[in-house]
């Protein structure tokens, strides 16, 4: 009978404990469902594979530097910043689904990203009150997404890329060209404004093409493309697909300039293609102003790395984390506590723009923010990426990078902030 009892006793507590654990948080991918005590968590949703994996590897990277900066300097309302990284593929329907987790599993208040498609990830964020800083989605359409001001960019949008681009091939003698540019709306967006200040500054444009990332051959589209011998090819893409097209261009003789924006802006082409046949030709992309703050970030980003960044957005990405650790501060607990979605939003442009005591980027200068905002003071916060001054539609001003190949390597030319 006491043998029978003892073993009864052993059933219900192991049973409670397994319900115990059963009742405990449940792990989201790179994270738990809720932040433990003394930390706020926050998501990134970005292209770890794919045909952008290259840019957000690096990106992951810049956004690693700006926690580690934020954590050195107590964190925001001095808890610590904790990132669940979700891995969109280059998708758009894997970076609903990333997302989604995101809102709904980890249920964090703030996203850096997506890098691309803010469109597809609005409709999940701003009904829930979370904000979205993404460090590269360039689009125009961007600035006039339904998103009750939840949804905001550390980047210039095409309008003044396509400026810069367009201009720049006539800079470089090109009186005629052909663009081929990536079938999605950063390629179509990028391609007409880039059209349109090519030929307001004297060229013409021969032939435009929309192509299909997912194909293996783009030969009818280039010869289509090559007819009336334009003087260069300008290609609006990403990188797997770009070196595909690269090397059916170069190897049916059909183009031999080319000009690049920043989705192509990438070692990884010039080491597939080899430097020799891309030697000398220019390319745009997001540019860092070369002011203190960059320079921080640079040597902190070589400092955890061994290198320097080796695709553009990191800074960009550093600078949406930065000001999204800002935001909290500025909210304080209470906010924080009833609505943080709403209370990170309601505070990115009283830490972000002016007036207010300009902080850069750093541990000690966001160490000088933190307290600059528990005294009830204004901040004005100077990225790395340039001013980080948000507008009503959550867009920002940033500079843009005039780049060229030279010896195998991508070299920055200068920085321009088209008027």
Not at 234 to 251: F, T
Not at 275 to 286: A, I, K, V
Request: with cysteine; glycine share 10%; hydrophobic share 40%.
């Amino acid at each position: 009978m006491f043998k029978k009892v003892f073993i009864l006793s052993l059933i219900i507590v192991f049973a409670s404990f397994s319900l115990l654990l059963a009742s405990g948080e449940k792990k989201g991918e790179g994270g738990t469902a809720k932040a433990e005590k003394g930390e706020i968590t926050i998501g990134a949703l970005l292209p770890l594979s794919g045909d952008l994996a290259v840019y957000g590897q690096c990106v992951q990277k810049g956004i690693n530097v700006a926690v580690d900066d934020i954590n050195a300097a107590g964190g925001p309302l001095g808890k610590k910043l904790k990132v669940i990284f979700r891995d969109t593929q280059t998708d758009p329907t894997a970076m609903r689904d990333a997302a989604e987790k995101l809102v709904n599993v980890d249920k964090v208040p703030a996203i850096v990203g997506p890098m691309i498609r803010s469109d597809v990830v609005t409709p999940v964020t701003a009904p829930n009150h979370v904000v979205i800083i993404s460090p590269s989605n360039t689009p125009t359409w961007v600035t006039t997404l339904k998103d009750d001001d939840y949804t905001f960019r550390t980047t210039a949008s095409d309008a003044i890329q396509g400026k810069v681009l367009g201009q720049l091939a006539w800079e470089r003698g090109y009186k005629t060209a052909a663009i081929l540019y990536i079938n999605d709306p950063y390629g179509g967006g990028l391609a007409k404004n880039c059209k349109k200040w090519f030929e307001k500054s004297g060229g013409k444009v021969l032939g435009m093409a929309a192509y299909d990332p997912s194909n293996v051959a783009y030969k009818m589209q280039l010869k289509k493309l090559a007819k009336g011998k334009p003087d260069v090819l300008i290609l609006i893409g990403y990188p797997e697909s770009g070196i595909v097209i690269i090397r059916q261009a170069l190897a049916d003789k059909l183009f031999s300039q080319f000009l690049f924006p920043d989705g192509m802006e990438s070692q990884q082409i010039i080491d597939s293609i080899g430097g020799n046949y891309l030697e000398g030709m220019y390319g745009t992309g997001p540019g860092a102003a070369d002011t203190d703050s960059y320079k921080t970030y640079l040597a902190e980003y070589q400092k955890k790395y061994g290198e320097k960044p080796p695709t553009a957005y990191s800074e960009n990405a550093y600078d949406a984390t930065v000001v999204i650790a800002l935001a909290i501060q500025a909210a304080g607990e209470k906010a924080m506590e009833q609505d943080p979605g709403k209370a990170i939003r309601d505070n990115l442009r009283k830490v972000a723009n002016p007036p207010g005591v300009k902080v850069s980027a750093g541990p000690d200068q966001f160490k000088k923010a933190f307290e600059l905002l528990r005294q009830g003071k204004d901040i004005n916060y100077e990225g790395a990426a340039g001013s980080i001054d948000f507008d009503e539609h959550g867009d920002t001003v940033t500079p843009i990078l005039i780049w060229k190949i030279q010896n195998h390597k991508i070299v920055p030319v200068k920085s321009v902030i088209p008027e």
